[in-house]
C-alpha cells in the first residue's frame, strides 16, 4: 500500500509570536519555521507502518511555499521515499488544500492518507475530514493508535471522554493526535541521502485546481492582556484572597 | 433564514455544549432549528424541544448511533440547502463531523468560534490563542464550529417545539465502530467545571494525583492536567488543557506543578481567576496568575486541603 502523508511548514512552536501593527496578520518575517509538530508524527507513523510491512512506498506532500522543500527533505530524510511540493505563495484554505490533496490521490492512488490533525498557526483542524469528503472516503481522526488488521484499519481515537475504535475500510483517511508516537530525528547520513531523493514541485493548475477564497481575514489582534497578579507568602494567605478577595471559594 | 444547530448527545441526554451553541445561534439572529441524529434517542429530541427552538429535527439510523462522520455529515449535507447557518460544537464530535459537511457542501469553514460580530463575521483565535482573527465567510451557508465556553448556555423553558422525523440518510460504508473506553468520573465535566485544578509533571507520578483529586472533591472541582503530564502517564489523554487538549475557562483554576506552556496557556488563560502553584519562582504559568505561591506542592497540597475542610 501507498501512503501519503502531508506537511506543512508552520511558525516554530516554541516561537511567541508577534501581531503586526497593522492588524493584517503575524509577522512571520525572520522567525524560525518548521514543520507543524503533528505532522512530524504522521511521518513517523508512515514510517513505522513501512517497517511493519503494511506500506511498499510513502510520498511526502506539502502545499505551500517554495521554503516548504525544507521541511520536505526532513521528511525525506526520515524515511519518505518521495515528495510533491504543490507550490503556493499564498495560504491556501482548507478546502482549497483538500482539493488539491484529492486531485494528487487521483494521480497517486494511495491506500491511506496520514495528516496532522491540526495545524498549530490556523488552527483549523479540517484538511484531513475535508479530504475524506471529497474522496468519500471513511475517516479516523485525532488517532493515538493505528494497526492495520486483515484489509482493514482500526483506529484507537482520542475523543471527549475517553478513547474510541473505528475499523476502517482502506482506502482511508487518518489525522494524527499527539500521542499516536515520539517522532525520530533524523541521522546525518540519512540527511545526506535524502538530498538525492526525488522532489517534485507542481502548481494548483497541474492538478487542475483554482483557489477560491471561502472567507477574508479582516483583522488580527493580540489577545486580551491578563493584569499582573500577586505573590502570596502561604497557604494561609491565599485560602484568604480566594475567599474574601476573589471569592471564589 | 434559519439557522440548523447539530447536537451533541449520547442517545440519552444532551451535551452541555449543545446549550452553549444554542446560545451563539441566538446571536444570529435567525430562527433556529437543532438536528439530532442518533439511534433510540427520541429523549434526547423531546428535551431538546423545550431549548426555544423553531423546530426539532430527528433523524434516527444505526449509522448515527456512535455519532460517526460519514453517516452524520451525508444526513446534515442533504438537509443544509434550506439554512444560511450550520452551527457544532467544537468538541470532538463537532470537530469531527462539520469539516466534512462543508466539503460535501463545497463550503469553506470557521473553526472554533468565540465571537459573531455580524451574521458573516466571527472572532477566532489563531496561533494556540496568542493571536485574534475577525474572518468573514464569503460563503452562502456558513458552516462554523463553536466554543461553547465564549457563549453563555440557553436554559430549557415550558414550550415545546414540534419534533420532525427525517428519513435517515446513510453515509458511505467503511467504518465501523468497534468499541470505546471512557473515563469515569464522578467529578464535574471539565469543560463546565466552575473549579479547575490541574496538575503537571511536577506532581510526579499518577499516585500523587490523587493529591490533586482530594482537593478537586472538596472544591467540586474537575482535574484537568498539563500534556506533560498526560505523557508521562499520570493522567488521562481527556483530562489534558490545552491547544490540543480541552478549552476550559472556569471561574477558578488552580495549577499545580506545571510550567505554564504557551501550549497550556490556550486552554485556560481566559479562567476568572488563576492561581499558580509551582517552587520555580521563573514558571511562565505565575505571568498569568492572579494569586502565586512559591512554594513545594507536596506541602501546599495538603495544608490546602486542611485549610478548606468544613468548618475551618
Known amino acids: ?249 | 433564514m434559519t439557522t440548523l444547530v447539530i447536537a451533541e448527545h449520547d442517545n440519552e441526554s444532551l451535551k452541555p455544549a449543545t446549550l452553549h451553541v444554542l446560545g451563539a445561534a441566538t446571536r444570529l439572529g435567525t430562527d433556529i432549528e437543532l438536528l439530532v441524529m442518533g439511534k433510540g434517542c427520541r429523549a434526547v429530541a423531546e428535551a431538546a424541544a423545550r431549548l426555544g427552538v423553531r423546530k426539532v429535527l430527528l433523524a434516527e439510523h444505526a449509522g448515527h448511533e456512535h455519532q460517526l462522520a460519514e453517516a452524520g455529515a451525508a444526513q446534515v449535507a442533504a438537509l443544509a440547502g434550506g439554512y444560511c447557518h450550520l452551527l457544532a460544537p467544537a468538541t470532538t464530535f463537532g470537530k469531527n463531523l462539520m469539516p466534512r459537511v462543508a466539503a460535501l457542501l463545497d463550503l469553506g469553514m470557521v473553526s472554533e468560534v468565540i465571537a459573531i460580530e455580524a451574521p458573516d463575521t466571527f472572532v477566532r483565535p489563531i496561533y494556540a490563542g496568542n493571536a485574534i482573527a475577525t474572518v468573514q465567510s464569503l460563503d452562502a451557508i456558513k458552516v462554523l464550529t463553536v466554543r461553547a465556553i465564549a457563549f453563555e448556555a440557553v436554559m430549557p423553558g415550558e414550550q415545546a417545539a414540534p419534533i420532525e422525523v427525517l428519513a435517515p440518510v446513510a453515509g458511505p460504508a467503511g467504518s465501523r465502530f468497534l468499541g470505546e473506553e471512557l473515563s469515569p468520573s464522578e467529578r464535574p465535566e471539565l469543560t463546565s467545571a466552575r473549579v479547575v485544578i490541574s496538575g503537571g509533571r511536577g506532581l510526579g507520578s499518577k499516585d500523587n494525583f490523587a493529591l490533586l483529586e482530594r482537593l478537586a472533591d472538596r472544591l467540586g472541582a474537575a482535574v484537568g492536567a498539563s500534556r506533560a503530564a498526560v505523557d508521562a502517564g499520570f493522567a488521562a489523554n481527556d483530562m489534558q488543557v490545552g491547544q490540543t487538549g480541552k478549552i476550559v475557562a472556569p471561574e477558578l483554576y488552580i495549577a499545580v506543578g506545571l510550567s505554564g506552556a504557551i501550549q497550556h496557556l490556550a486552554g485556560m488563560k481566559d479562567s476568572r481567576v488563576i492561581v499558580a502553584i509551582n517552587k520555580d519562582a521563573e514558571a511562565p504559568i505565575f505571568q498569568v496568575a492572579d494569586y502565586g505561591l512559591v512554594a513545594d506542592l507536596f506541602d501546599v497540597l495538603p495544608e490546602l486541603e486542611r485549610q478548606l475542610a468544613p468548618g475551618s
Open chain 1, 1 to 249: 500500500m501507498k501512503v501519503l502523508v502531508t506537511i506543512k511548514r508552520v511558525i516554530d512552536y516554541h516561537v511567541k509570536v508577534r501581531v503586526k501593527a497593522d492588524q493584517s496578520e503575524v509577522d512571520l518575517a525572520n522567525v524560525k519555521m518548521a514543520a507543524n509538530p503533528f505532522c512530524d508524527i504522521a511521518v513517523e507513523e508512515a514510517v513505522r507502518m513501512k517497517e511493519k510491512g503494511w506500506v511498499s512506498e510513502i510520498v511526502a506532500v506539502s502545499v505551500g511555499p517554495a521554503a516548504a522543500q525544507e521541511q520536505l527533505r526532513a521528511a525525506l530524510a526520515l524515511g519518505a521515499d518521495r515528495a510533491v511540493l504543490v507550490q503556493s505563495a499564498e495560504v491556501a484554505e482548507p478546502l482549497t488544500v483538500a482539493r488539491l490533496l484529492a486531485a494528487l490521490c487521483e494521480r497517486e492512488q494511495p491506500g491511506l492518507v496520514l495528516l496532522g490533525k491540526q495545524s498549530i498557526d490556523t488552527d483549523n483542524n479540517q484538511v484531513g475530514q475535508m479530504l475524506a469528503a471529497l474522496k468519500g472516503w471513511p475517516q479516523g481522526t485525532f488517532a493515538s493508535r493505528i494497526e492495520l488488521e486483515g484489509d482493514e484499519l482500526l483506529v484507537t481515537r482520542e475523543v471527549d471522554g475517553g478513547l474510541q475504535t473505528l475499523a476502517l475500510a482502506l482506502p482511508a483517511v487518518v489525522t494524527t493526535d499527539l500521542r499516536l508516537n515520539e517522532p525520530r530525528y533524523a541521522s546525518l547520513p540519512n540527511i545526506m541521502k535524502a538530498k538525492q531523493k526525488p522532489l517534485e514541485t507542481l502548481t494548483p493548475d497541474d492538478l487542475g485546481i483554482t483557489p477560491r477564497a471561502h472567507s477574508r481575514v479582516l483583522r488580527v489582534t493580540p489577545p486580551p492582556v491578563r493584569k499582573a497578579g500577586i505573590k502570596v507568602a502561604d497557604v494561609a494567605e491565599l485560602v484568604d484572597k480566594l475567599k474574601h478577595e476573589a471569592k471564589v471559594i
